[in-house]
């Protein structure tokens, strides 16, 4: 699976991925591109997922006819860092998946 980790995301959090190709919007130069056009890119270059912070994407876009997936953390405080913490990924306090429906 390829997995394309959003620019509010912590790159650390793919460590424990280690299993999955795995890049950032950030190691790609895509900081600041505009969700329509991430998402767009992400297709293009082949990503499965895109994991992001921002619960804001499935209002702001139309997600039919979309290949990617977007899986949505929500950490228990807020900020990056609070994504990774001694005890991993645990502390999330919900994952939302929003997936396009596929054909």
């Known amino acids: 699976m390829k997995l394309l980790f959003d620019e509010n995301m912590p790159f650390s959090l793919a460590n424990r991925l280690l299993s999955h190709d795995r890049s950032s919007a950030t190691c790609l130069g895509w900081s600041g591109t505009k969700n329509g056009e991430l998402l ?27 290949r990617i997936s977007i899986l949505i953390l929500k950490p228990a405080s807020q ?13 999330l306090t919900r994952t939302r ?3 396009s429906s596929r054909a």
């Open 97 to 99: 998946d929003y997936r």
């Open 79 to 91: 900020g990056k860092a609070s994504v990774v913490t001694r005890r991993g990924v645990h502390r």
């Open 40 to 66: 767009r890119r992400a297709e293009e270059n082949g990503f499965d997922v895109l994991l992001t912070l921002d619960d804001n994407i499935p209002s702001e876009q139309n997600m039919t006819g979309r």
